[in-house]
């Protein structure tokens, strides 16, 4: 029809700034290729147990099909508060304090999006999960890194932090364990940082879906200290605990202005987690501590291995104390981080995500995940170390 075309740019400027998920974009890439050993994907090689999946299952066919209220299902909510108090040592209200989510992707959004004015600035921790700056800035909100380094473990250190801090800061977002550098918080550490947060008046989000695979050392969630709890949103799911990564359901928990404000965007958007998932998580948190236990068995065994072997090799690489990923340094070698990836994918079939997809910090580095079973790890070893070997010729 004449006349029909358009001038106007209709997508919205803040969105077209913003990069395609750097591992997705890889994914992309290495979907294409045949015999691939893929260290790329942050998901579980775990089923989800039977027990769970049966749960699932028994639960529609005895007609499980319904809407559950916004919230959540109040079984889920309750079965939630006792798990919390007992692995992270703080109480929330089951009914007014704990919101069911469609993972905890969801819940970092109804998070960022119910605290942030426009221009106020969310500071975070690099490297870090793909997702923390473009959620703040679809909020209309500034990202505001803080660059984490090798030498320090990957920690937050708190001088660095402070730097960061002005008078539009509103919150911090925390990842420990975290994707990818696999880095924990020691106690002082958090201790540290809480001080920071009630001197400023500010807020944390902590994104805790790697704190049940930590190997070593005390588990600390910032939520616990004294004076924190009304000033942190603590976010989890079942995607990396129990491998439910395709059941979706996560959860937020915060004060109740809080998760009443997040609610209400949930409430919108999503209506609510569906009920087939939150009956799967049900059984997940009444039967699944031994899950738990073989799974990050399985890990710890995986991660001292690989570690063990990219050093062997000339790949640098800090022992990760938490979630599933190896993060080698490959800097010295005259190659950017994608550069790298390529190559290793062409030359041996093997897949590892480019340390810039977390970030512009992550240049110099690769992402390995174990979550993939052994034999394909040991393989992956002898290859990659090939491609090094050559470049050291080279």
């Known amino acids: 029809m004449k006349g029909s075309k358009f001038h106007r740019n209709f997508i919205a400027s803040h969105l077209q700034g913003i990069p395609k998920s750097g591992i997705r974009d890889f994914f992309d890439i290495v979907s294409t290729r045949k015999d691939i050993i893929s260290l790329s994907i942050g998901e579980p090689d775990f089923v989800t147990p039977?027990?769970?999946?049966?749960?699932?299952?028994?639960?529609?066919?005895?007609?499980?099909?319904?809407?559950?209220?916004?919230?959540?299902?109040?079984?889920?909510?309750?079965?939630?508060?006792?798990?919390?108090?007992?692995?992270?040592?703080?109480?929330?209200?089951?009914?007014?304090?704990?919101?069911?989510?469609?993972?905890?992707?969801?819940?970092?959004?109804?998070?960022?999006?119910?605290?942030?004015?426009?221009?106020?600035?969310?500071?975070?921790?690099?490297?870090?999960?793909?997702?923390?700056?473009?959620?703040?800035?679809m909020a209309h909100g500034k990202p505001v890194p803080v660059i984490t380094k090798r030498e320090d473990s990957f920690k937050l250190k708190p001088d660095m932090l402070k730097k960061k801090i002005t008078n539009r800061t509103k919150a911090i977002i925390l990842n420990f364990p975290n994707n990818p550098t696999g880095a924990v918080l020691e106690r002082k550490d958090v201790e540290d940082i809480a001080d920071i947060v009630i001197k400023n008046d500010l807020l944390v989000i902590t994104d805790e879906i790697y704190s049940e695979l930590t190997y070593e050392g005390e588990r600390v969630c910032i939520a616990s200290l004294p004076g924190m709890r009304e000033r942190t949103i603590f976010l989890n799911g079942f995607s990396k605990t129990w491998a439910m990564t395709g059941f979706r359901v996560g959860f937020a928990c915060a004060p109740a202005p809080l998760t009443d404000a997040m609610m209400k965007i949930h409430q919108y958007i999503m209506m609510c987690a569906p009920i087939l998932s939150q009956k799967a998580a049900i059984e997940a948190l009444k039967n699944g501590d031994s899950d738990i236990i073989e799974m990050c068995s399985e890990y710890r065994k995986r991660r001292n291995f690989i570690c063990s072997s990219l050093n062997d090799m000339g790949l640098p690489c800090h022992i990760p104390k938490g979630a599933f990923y190896a993060f080698p340094y490959i800097g010295d070698y005259g190659m950017t981080s994608k550069d790298f990836s390529l190559k290793l994918l062409d030359k041996e079939n093997v897949a590892c995500v480019p340390g810039t997809a977390f970030g512009q910090s992550g240049e110099g580095f690769l992402r390995c995940s174990y979550a993939t079973n052994m034999d394909d790890i040991k393989e992956a070893i002898i290859r990659i170390a090939r491609f090094v070997k050559l470049l050291k010729k080279g």
Do not use: Q
Not at 62 to 90: C, D, M, P, Q
Not at 113 to 133: K, L, M, N, Q, W
């Open 50 to 137: 039977w027990h769970i999946r049966e749960a699932s299952i028994f639960a529609l066919d005895r007609g499980a099909t319904a809407y559950t209220a916004n919230l959540g299902l109040l079984e889920l909510r309750l079965l939630l508060s006792k798990y919390i108090t007992k692995s992270f040592h703080v109480e929330y209200d089951p009914t007014s304090e704990v919101l069911v989510t469609v993972g905890v992707s969801e819940a970092m959004d109804l998070a960022i999006r119910a605290i942030t004015e426009p221009g106020d600035e969310i500071i975070y921790h690099e490297p870090c999960f793909v997702s923390y700056a473009p959620v703040i800035i």
